[in-house]
């Protein structure tokens, strides 16, 4: 199995401030790499594939980058909606799995 | 618009099976190369993906759990059921139901049910 690994586990920002959040693989997935938001009690919702391809209706203040084994999401200007937790997960093989998550919180 | 909604028992024994539902709207398994995903979410935990079945049948498990899981899917009703055996505390989770589309980078799942919490206790 692929292991998904992201770095922090958490971290404290306020509003305005960017973050990046990391994920790394145990083996070259290329950039089968999707990053999802999950609110509490709300369903994942898709941010970005393929690395750095923005979902439709994603505000542009998120990017993603990356490739092979090691990815970053980058969250520009936090707003007060980007308080949740996000997980990185490959896409390249069966099975699927998802780095552990990461809390972006106050 | 696609939705996905799951159903089921929020209350199991150990050793029961669980048995859920997910009615979804919006797609259909005509449609070549769709899928159907399950996944969950022990608290406090990360996602795991647990099983898929596509448009044409064919269906993938996770090995870990793959000899307590079953994915069947109803074309008529818009459902696909997933059943895990032997259930355990340790499944205690919130389970989601997600859309696996067509022409993407991969397997990814968008979008996903609200999820529905099942708790494993006698």
């Known amino acids: 199995d692929i292991q998904m690994t992201q770095s922090p586990s958490s971290l404290s920002a306020s509003v305005g401030d960017s973050v990046t959040i990391t994920c790394r693989a145990t083996?070259?997935?290329?950039?089968?790499l999707t990053w999802y938001q999950h609110k509490p009690g709300k369903a994942p919702k898709l941010l970005i594939y393929?690395?750095?391809t923005l979902q439709s209706g994603v505000p542009s203040r998120f990017s993603g980058g990356g490739s092979e084994t090691d990815f970053t999401l980058t969250i520009n200007s936090l707003q007060p909606e980007d308080f949740a937790t996000y997980y990185c997960?490959?896409?390249?093989?069966?099975?699927?799995?998802f780095g552990q998550g990461t809390k972006v919180e106050i | 618009q696609i939705t996905l909604k799951e159903s089921g028992p929020m209350l199991v024994k150990p050793t029961e099976t669980l048995t859920l539902t997910c009615t979804f709207s919006?797609?259909?398994?005509?449609?070549?190369?769709?899928?159907v995903g399950w996944l969950r979410q022990p608290p406090g935990k990360a996602l795991e993906w647990l099983a898929l079945?596509?448009?044409?049948?064919?269906?993938r498990y996770s090995p870990s759990l793959q000899n307590r899981l079953t994915v069947t899917k109803d074309p008529s009703k818009n459902q696909v059921v997933l059943t895990m055996t032997n259930m355990d505390p340790l499944d205690t989770a919130t389970y989601y139901c997600?859309?696996?589309?067509?022409?993407?980078?991969?397997?990814?799942?968008?979008?996903w049910g609200q999820g529905t919490l099942v708790t494993v206790s006698s």
């Open positions: 997600a859309h696996r589309p067509i022409a993407t980078y991969g397997t990814l799942f968008d979008p």
């Open positions: 919006g797609f259909s398994f005509r449609t070549s190369g769709v899928g």
């Open positions: 079945i596509y448009w044409d049948d064919d269906k």
């Open positions: 083996e070259s997935i290329t950039t089968y």
């Open positions: 393929a690395a750095s």
């Open positions: 997960q490959q896409t390249f093989r069966s099975p699927w799995t």
